[in-house]
């Protein structure tokens, strides 16, 4: 075999390494000359057939054109390994340097935005706030608001009974016996918080929700001082003035009860989807103080009288919001809760 044929294969294998443009193109010239059936072992193969003075030069040219082509191959395929490292820290840089884009700061909630509208307005009203407890007694939450046990009212209210006989209210009303015994009359008080009915939950149910309780105690309370304060309250939370109209509504622990519309906001009263082309929005429930009411919180209904209402805080944050599923209000999703 002539050493030529090693020397031009070293020369066209080093070219090959020399102009390949990618790993693939390497490792292609490198089987093709050094790999396991390659031009090299080709060679090699028919090494045994040389004479024993022939095989020490051939033998010699061999492994120098073998360790040429390895090395040569190495430096390479370093250089296409430093510029991939090379292209994968500039892709990764970043600028340390740069100012921190900072802390994102939170908001209020959307509920708590309305509920302190509502506190700043009666707090300048003279209404004191009351917080009463979320576990309340069945005393507090029914018998005390006169619906005993068996009465069919207590049905409207789908309550969790704790295994202690205590239960979770399900309306704000309980506050008011806890101011009325507390604080006596003459009263006036509002009572936000939360409250739990055992509900099936949708876009318009939840089992907690909202609710502002009012209440006023005085010497000669009438419908006249209610829609007076009912008025004051919805001017305030819309910003404008309001409409109102009561139609009666039954509730055991006011007589009369109403029912309070508003004319619609949206349409002005000339009807629309809002108010179901009627031109009014049913909103709260309220009425004058039912004598058993006062009587069974120690307050003497012939020398005191009052009206109550309760807000549903929930709802009331949806109409002011435009929000059509009550299940975003709880559902903790920041990008909900960073528009407010
Ligand atoms: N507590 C009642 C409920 O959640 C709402 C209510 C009606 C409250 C009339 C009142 C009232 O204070 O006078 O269904």
Not at 41 to 58: C, H, T
Not at 59 to 76: M, T
Not at 259 to 277: F, P, T, W
Not at 292 to 304: A, F, H, Q, T, Y
């Amino acid at each position: 075999m002539p050493d030529s044929t090693l020397i031009e294969l070293r020369r066209a294998t080093l070219a090959a390494f020399a102009s390949a443009d990618t790993m693939q193109q390497l490792e292609d010239a490198r089987v093709t000359a050094l790999g396991r059936k390659g031009t090299l072992a080709q060679i090699s193969k028919d090494f045994g057939k040389l004479s024993p003075e022939q095989r020490a030069s051939v033998g010699k040219l061999l492994n120098s054109v073998k360790q040429d082509l390895e090395s040569a191959y190495e430096e390479k395929k370093k250089h296409f390994e430093e510029a991939e490292l090379a292209r994968r820290l500039a892709g990764e840089w970043i600028d340390v340097t740069l100012p921190s884009p900072g802390l994102r700061p939170g908001s209020l909630h959307p509920i708590t935005l309305i509920q302190n509208e509502i506190e700043d307005l009666f707090t300048s009203l003279g209404f004191a706030i009351l917080y009463g407890p979320e576990v309340e007694t069945e005393e507090h939450n029914f018998d005390a608001l006169n619906i005993p046990a068996m009465h069919p009212a207590r049905d409207m209210q789908d309550t969790f009974w704790l295994s202690n006989g205590h239960l979770l209210r399900t309306h704000t009303s309980p506050v008011q016996v806890r101011g009325m015994r507390e604080l006596g009359p003459p009263l006036r008080m509002i009572a936000p918080g939360r409250v739990f009915r055992n509900e099936e939950v949708d876009a318009s149910h939840e089992h907690t929700f909202y609710q502002v309780e009012g209440m006023m105690v005085d010497r000669d309370v009438s419908v006249a001082n209610l829609i007076y304060f009912m008025k004051t309250l919805l001017s305030g939370v819309f910003h404008r003035e309001v409409t109102v109209r009561l139609r009666p509504g039954y509730f055991p622990f006011v007589e009369p009860g109403f029912e309070l519309d508003i004319r619609c906001l949206i349409c002005d009263g000339s009807g629309c989807a809002v108010c179901k082309h009627s031109g009014w929005v049913e909103l709260l429930p309220c009425g004058l103080v039912h004598p058993n009411v006062l009587r069974l919180s120690g307050i003497d209904p012939e020398e005191w009288g009052g009206f109550a209402f309760g807000l549903g805080l929930t709802r009331l944050a949806m109409m002011r919001y435009g929000i059509d599923d009550i299940r975003q209000l709880q559902g903790g999703d920041l990008r909900f809760l960073s528009q407010f």
